[in-house]
């Protein structure tokens, strides 16, 4: 878990799969000049607990709210990233006392053809081997989405935290597919940005527009081409988010 700054309310951020909350490493201290951010590791994720059988979305949120009460927080603001967004979003709904403000980065929203696609590609990692080639698995992954800016470090230190959440990381993919996702989406009343990158999910994100609450802010950001805003674009995602989490 990693905390920066103080005051409030504070900034939870829930990071993607399969990685952890490093993934916020370059923003949190852009974030945190004026608030307590908190960048936990999911549960199954970097260095939280395994898992003991598969949750749900619903139990991956209740997991995340175990470490907010036991870091005494009670409101918040949350910011979700793909996955992590549909936990978000989860929060805004089932703990609407709780939740003051809600930001997501790419949204996961399926059709049946794409679900059906989904279970298909996310399934248990290979089992580990004495000649370690059940190793290639990882690094053909990591392989097949490097961009020209992702440097060695930035792929092994990426790698390592796919390590870290194996061999559970695919259950957060599959929750997704059993989740009521579109469906709360309509259903948010806080004050809820929308952040829509050049990423992988651009076109989901923009094929939901027509289901968003009414007062959604929706922000394309046509500039940023890539999974990765966070570090090769921080300044310019801290720039989208603190006029809309400093607002009254």
Known sequence: MRLAGTGGPPLVLLHMSP????MFEPIVDLLA???LVVAPDRIGFGH??????PPTIAEYALATLDCLDALGI????????????????????SQPARVRRVCVVGMVVYDETDRRSFRERYVPPPEPVADGSHLDFYREWWDGLRLPEWDATFIHDRLFDHLDSSPDFWLAYRAILDHPHTEQLSQITQPFLVLAPRDHLHEQTHAARGILP????????PSIVCDE??????GEVA?????????D
């Open 239 to 247: 720039a989208h988010l603190e006029p809309f989490l400093s607002s």
């Open 74 to 93: 009670e409101q918040f603001d949350v910011l979700g990233s793909h996955t992590g967004s549909v936990e978000a979003v989860e929060f805004a709904v």
């Open 48 to 53: 939280s607990d395994r898992l003991a059988e």
């Open 33 to 35: 000049a004026s608030r």
């Open 19 to 22: 990685l952890s909350g490093a």
């Open 229 to 234: 805003p966070f570090r090769l674009a921080s």
């Open 214 to 221: 009414p007062h959604t802010v929706f922000v394309d950001v």
